[in-house]
């Protein structure tokens, strides 16, 4: 029961907006729905459908599903709320099975690790792949003594991983192999015979998806591991190394504090401190321990916080989630005492709650403030006729940086809601999608664009730059008050509404009437 209401407390901020602030999310879910109408011929002049065995294809598979029968809008909550629930039961299960019984601190702790920084990253496929990865994990340490049935049903769960999310198959794998290599360890009699065995068995389940990452083009793509020592020596040539390293300590601390995401960073900071504070009070008080076999892992992700590279396979920003994974696997290792027996855990528990309470007050209310953002933007889209190249004047490091002032991340919607073309993430080897003619021209022209502006970060100036292309029909400005200077010549005001403004480029060939 009190499992069933803590699950209904996770979903509440979902119905505090039409629109959830989430940076990267609704380019996702604009895709879902280009390849679901990619008949259309409007799509077709920009969009290409790139069907292929990609280890990020999850969610794909599921979206276009679903935007062929619900809105965008409504698709993304029902995407958000279900990888919250397979994240949240998935680890409630794993933590069953690990310690024989429940946990009652654990839903209050998953409910306040559930809207992470890595969602409001937008990381869905991720976060799915990872809730999968605790579910398979769970069904490994259930069936494990059954050797074929297991070897089975976890073969063909860490396929679906896989296809979920590349990062999230390893990661399982790093799990269930540290599970492993624990429970041979803590035997009195150690044979290696044993231990090869279960090696072998988990590399069984490794097979497949392994052969098709390898024939796959994401194996190709940039940012493999040996790019790390050639950015070391460039960084000692130019002599930057030392300001580099800061720089990731620095972010890496940043993703480490912001485990938890909500609308005010402090409060951020303050979560992390508070449930360090109420677990080492639980591990002082011995009303909490760590089971044995489950050691290994926490110290592996541990000094994964450190030693993970920013960049993978052309995945980015892989460092930023180990935190979350981290808190994740200690949250289901570790075992309470009985809670009407420990004082401490009642304390604990109720300190968890109070907590849990106060981070999805702040959510929602976060959240809920986006209602009236987005009847803006609805407002202000509005003009954009059928078949327009719509650009944004954003720049994606400020971007994350806030809770607040994600209204840009919204602007994919209008290729379902207007028929326009806008830039989304069609890299070929993680999407299976491919932005093609006059939008693929414009992607490139803004590209250069923010990499000439960037240091400057004034919209101005981006306005004005990107004004010297005739590539774009439409640019969409998320904070007009960010504009310091007179708008140049090239540029006229379509709409302005709250605190969004639609920008006409007049050098565009005047293809389209408003």
């Known amino acids: 029961m009190i499992i069933s209401v803590w699950a209904l407390i996770l979903l509440v901020p979902l119905a505090f907006s039409p629109v959830i602030p989430s940076i ?63 994240q949240y039961f998935g680890a409630l299960y794993a933590s069953r099975l690990l310690s024989g019984k429940d946990n009652p601190n654990l839903p209050p702790l998953l409910c306040i690790l559930a809207y992470s920084y890595i969602l409001g990253w937008g990381f869905s496929n991720f976060l799915f792949g990872l809730g999968l990865a605790f579910w398979n994990f769970a069904l490994w340490v259930r069936f494990r003594k059954r050797v074929f049935l297991a070897t089975m049903i976890c073969s063909m769960g860490a396929f679906v991983v896989f296809l979920a999310h590349g990062l999230a198959f390893a990661l399982y794998g790093l799990i269930v192999g540290c599970y492993e290599l624990s429970r041979w360890y803590l035997k009195r009699t150690r044979h290696l015979e044993d231990l090869a065995s279960r090696t072998a068995l988990l590399g069984a389940q490794a097979l497949i998806p392994a052969s098709l990452f390898f024939l796959s083009k994401t194996s190709d793509a940039e940012g493999q591991t040996g790019g790390i020592a050639a950015s070391i020596d460039q960084h000692m040539a130019a002599g930057s190394l030392i300001d580099r390293l800061f720089d990731l300590f620095a972010h890496r601390s940043e993703s480490f504090f912001r485990l938890a995401e909500g609308p005010y960073l402090a409060l951020d900071v303050v979560t992390v401190l508070c449930l360090a504070g109420l677990l080492t009070y639980g591990l002082t008080k011995k009303a909490l321990r760590i089971l044995p076999v489950q050691m290994l892992a926490i110290g592996l992700f541990t000094v994964l916080l450190v030693l993970t590279p920013p960049n993978l396979f052309g995945v980015g920003y892989i460092a930023d989630r180990i935190p979350l994974v981290l808190a994740l696997v200690f949250s289901i290792s570790q075992i309470s005492q009985p809670y009407r027996a420990n004082k401490a855990v009642r304390h604990i528990t109720l300190g968890l709650s109070l907590l849990a309470v106060i981070r999805i007050g702040t959510v929602s209310y976060g959240y809920s403030k986006y209602s009236e953002t987005y009847r803006d933007f609805v407002e202000i889209t509005r003009y954009i006729p059928t078949g327009s190249i719509v650009l944004d004047t954003s720049y994606p490091s400020k971007s994350r940086k806030t809770f607040a002032d994600r209204c840009n991340s919204f602007l994919p919607l209008v290729i379902a809601s207007r028929k326009a073309a806008v830039p989304i993430f069609a890299y070929p080897s993680q999407q299976p999608i491919a932005v093609i003619g006059p939008l693929r021209r414009a992607v490139t022209d803004r590209k250069e664009t923010i990499a000439r502006t960037h240091d400057s970060q004034d919209v101005s100036t981006t306005i004005e730059a990107l004004t010297t292309y005739d590539t774009f029909d439409f640019l969409f400005v998320c904070d007009h008050k960010r504009i310091k200077k007179p708008l140049p010549n090239g540029v006229s005001v379509v709409a302005i509404s709250g605190q969004m403004l639609l920008l006409r480029n007049e050098g565009r060939v005047n293809r389209h009437s408003i």
Not at 26 to 51: G, K
Not at 62 to 83: F, H, M, N, R
């Open 24 to 86: 990267d999310l609704y380019s996702h879910i604009a895709r879902y729905w280009v390849l679901a109408n990619i008949d259309d011929p409007v799509l077709q002049e920009n969009y290409r459908s790139a069907w292929a065995i990609l280890p990020n294809l999850g969610l794909d598979l599921i979206g276009v599903i679903l935007v062929s029968v619900v809105s965008p809008e409504i698709t993304t909550k029902i995407i958000v709320g279900g990888v919250l629930l397979i």
